[in-house]
């Protein structure tokens, strides 16, 4: 089980192991206070390490456990088609890609996982499968067709063709698919590839969802949406019976916000939207500033690529406002380079932001022990005296942050008196990690560095 501790920079210059120090006591190696505080990790087997191996990713979970990771949501583990080579082109649900593998190490994988008190989810892909799938030839009925009775390559993507979930014999060989990795493997739940497509009804979700959730008595099995339920377009999928969705339009939106440049208040009316839209879900959410699509699929972009400078301030944003966050591998050392998941492009370890690092480490810590940070617990702004900084407040939590490129001095209004713990100050966090205790007058004048950041916690 975790416990709290402190961890040593390994020659990949992360944290892997637990040791002596005070600060990195309260940073390193912490659990969630509640279901409600995680933090899930997306791992591409084939990118985490330089063999690319499901052995050598699982003596990386020590490194995850160090920094706090509670799920780990594995990219499509299975044999790829030959057409793109792309993991979300199946050729069998039921079988590992020999590149990475075997279905043992697999359940060696998860079965350390489960040790250090994470979960695995795997990556599950309804809607498609590789063109050169043996299915075309032993099952063709499993699959949809046009008019001319030819198999259909959804939204034109030339190396998968879609499946067919009016045919009974295509339902059972999925439903089973799923059950096997959960029943062979223990796995613990599922990230769901384009939930939103138009081929596969709400009532298959529901009873498909409804059989794994009952498959074990001793197992919760969860389930992420690849959707935005918010979206008008998705709102049936809320029906589904999903654990979570992506918040799918904040990130768009406040991508949007980078490239602009707009100020804070541009980017409170977003979050606010984001506020009332998200309590009008059934599911709770899951937050993130990139994954594999924005890092490859939409052109190839970096956090730096899509957020500049406010990169670090939107990490704040992510890590303290609201939903389960996301960190993408290699995001919690910067994000370094745009990672081609159709080849398995290794993430530059040794490419290590310090920065972000140390904010990610401490913001991950902080997010499991507050109670106030739990998903959907109530965010209060605060009003500010510079139009470049957002403040905001959840329980005892202040999060302060400049998102304009010059220094300023910026009043809190309403931020509490007190004696407080400052987490986060952006002009020392890139060099160390250091918990301070500060005593704020109420409504404070805080300094703030261009793009500064800092993070209070009432005592």
């Known amino acids: 089980m975790k ?10 210059l992360l944290l892997t192991a637990c040791g002596e120090g005070t600060q990195s ?68 649900f039921r079988a590992v890609n020999p590149d990475y593998g075997t279905v043992d190490d697999l359940k060696s994988f998860v079965a350390r996982a489960h040790e250090l008190g994470m979960k695995v989810w795997l990556d599950w892909v ?51 698919s799923m059950k096997f990795w959960v029943e062979e493997c223990d796995v613990d739940g599922f990230r769901c590839d384009y939930v939103s497509s138009p081929t596969i009804s709400v009532a298959y979700w529901q009873d498909i969802i409804a059989q794994l959730k009952s498959l074990r008595a001793d197992k919760k099995v969860e389930m992420l949406s690849e959707t935005d339920i918010t979206d008008p377009f998705n709102q049936r999928i809320d029906s589904c019976g999903f654990d979570y969705d992506y918040a799918w339009n904040f990130q768009g939106s406040m991508a949007h916000w980078s490239r602009e440049q707009w100020n804070a208040d541009s980017l409170k009316r977003i979050c606010l939207r984001f506020l009332d839209k998200s309590s009008k879900v059934k599911n709770r959410r899951m937050v993130y500033l990139t994954n594999h699509d924005q890092n490859y699929n939409d052109g190839g972009h970096t956090l730096k690529d ?67 940070l739990a998903a959907d617990a109530p965010v209060e ?21 400049n998102f304009g490129a010059k220094e300023v001095q910026s009043l809190i209004a309403d931020m509490p008196a007190g004696n407080y713990e400052q987490w986060l100050d952006s002009k020392t966090i890139g060099e160390k990690i250091d918990i301070q205790t500060v005593s704020m007058d109420k409504s404070p004048t805080i300094r703030l560095e261009p793009y500064g950041y800092a993070v209070y916690v009432l005592q």
Not at 6 to 12: A, K, P, Q, V
Not at 143 to 159: E, L
């Open 3 to 12: 416990q709290y501790s402190i961890s040593f920079l390994t020659l990949l």
């Open 25 to 92: 006591q309260r940073i390193d190696c912490t659990q969630p206070v509640s279901d409600e505080n995680r933090v899930i990790y997306q791992m591409n087997v084939g990118a985490f390490t330089p063999e690319g191996t499901i052995k050598a990713a699982q003596q990386g979970l020590d490194r995850l456990d160090t920094l706090g990771i509670d799920i780990v949501w594995l990219m499509p583990i299975y044999p790829r088609g030959a057409t793109m080579h792309s993991p979300y082109a199946s050729m069998d």
């Open 126 to 176: 309804p809607n498609h499968v590789a063109q050169e799938n043996p299915w075309v030839a032993s099952h063709p009925e499993y699959f949809t067709k046009d008019a001319k009775g030819q198999m259909i390559h959804p939204h034109g993507w030339g190396d998968v063709l879609e499946l067919n979930y009016q045919d009974e014999g295509l339902v059972n060989e999925m439903n089973n």
């Open 306 to 372: 899509f957020y500049g400078d406010n990169r670090y301030g939107l990490t704040v944003l992510e890590f303290t406002f609201y939903g389960m966050p996301l960190i993408y591998n290699g995001q919690e050392i910067g994000d370094p380079d745009t990672l081609n998941y159709f080849t398995d492009a290794k993430v530059k370890w040794q490419q290590v932001d310090r920065k972000m690092q140390n904010t990610v480490r401490t913001l991950v810590a902080l997010h499991h022990q507050q109670p106030s």
């Open 381 to 401: 702004f605060l009003t500010t005296s510079q139009q470049d900084v957002l403040a905001w407040k959840r329980g005892p939590v202040v999060a302060v942050v």
